[in-house]
């Protein structure tokens, strides 16, 4: 079968495709080892291609562009997350769109985890005392509760947060989870509380972890009432998106109580303008949008990409395909 890659930001290709991937795709497709963009598809020919391996960066077509340029294709194998910008017109058309999203989950549910541990005992607000004060820093440490039996809130209930739950599951946490697409029962037998109200979960939880998709329901959905409602030595971390989220309200409440703390990895706009308050206020720790596949992370992806083909060539049951239904529902 013949395949091709395509993005239209080469060096994206050239990170995620390493030589050994290359080498197992080569058991499974026929494949030059140029990286195709938008130009060159339009202006080549590339009526036998029946496969497209993919990566961030893929170039936005149009059905009659598809049906013109790719008048065989069968799949697309998309190493990367979010099939949202680019996939509409390829489902439209019948062709079969697989995504590595679940690939790249796996750093967000490890950073994730890993912050909310940090946060429980204090780690953020901690640390920052000690610079000034250190060993009223280490008298205060015990008004956190560490990690056990820790109320740790967890907003959404789709692959990220599924994945965290069940990592601090092992961590002896007590879990809340704000999540429509589960029932009380369902959330029982996970072992965590669902709560109908997102005021709950603020208002009993010494972390608050946000992994809502991002559809235009849920923007501005973590509003300037719920943020009011942080309180001492809670901490509210996002690797959500930052338009879910009162970012002015909650820099404003950073700003008047220094003992609560913001851990973000995502912003609005991202990055954040210069003299923006997040690189002011101590009690705010910013990232650069980390949480998601990075330096040998991405190479992930394209394993899963791999081992899906393999799935679809041998007829066997797929794990990471992309429907029109699930379209509609991703971020």
Known sequence: MKAIFVTDQEWQYKRVYDQDVKNKLAKLFTFDNTCYNKDMLLKGDFKDVECVLGTWGMPVLTEDE????????????????????????????????????????????????????????????????????????????????????????????????KGVVRELLRHNEDIYVYAPNITHEEAKSLGVHKVDKLEEIFDKCTVISNHIANLPSTLGMINKDLINRLKDNQTFINTGRGQQVDEKALLDKCKNNPKICAVLDVTYPEPPEQDSLYFKLPNVTVTPHIAGSSGNEVVRMSNYMYEEAQRVLHNEKPKYEIDLELFKILA
Request: no cysteine.
């Open 66 to 161: 598809i049906k013109r340029v790719f008048p065989k294709l069968k799949y697309i194998f998309y190493s990367a997350g979010t099939v949202k910008y680019f996939a509409e017109p390829y489902l439209k058309l019948g062709i079969r769109v697989f995504s590595a999203w679940q690939a790249n989950a796996v750093p967000v549910i490890e950073y994730a985890v890993s912050q909310i541990l940090l946060a429980t005992k204090g780690f953020f607000q901690l640390s920052a005392h000690a610079k000034k004060n250190y060993r009223d820093a280490h008298e205060i440490m015990n008004i956190f509760p560490g990690n056990y039996h820790t109320k740790v809130g967890i907003l959404g209930y789709g692959a990220i947060a």
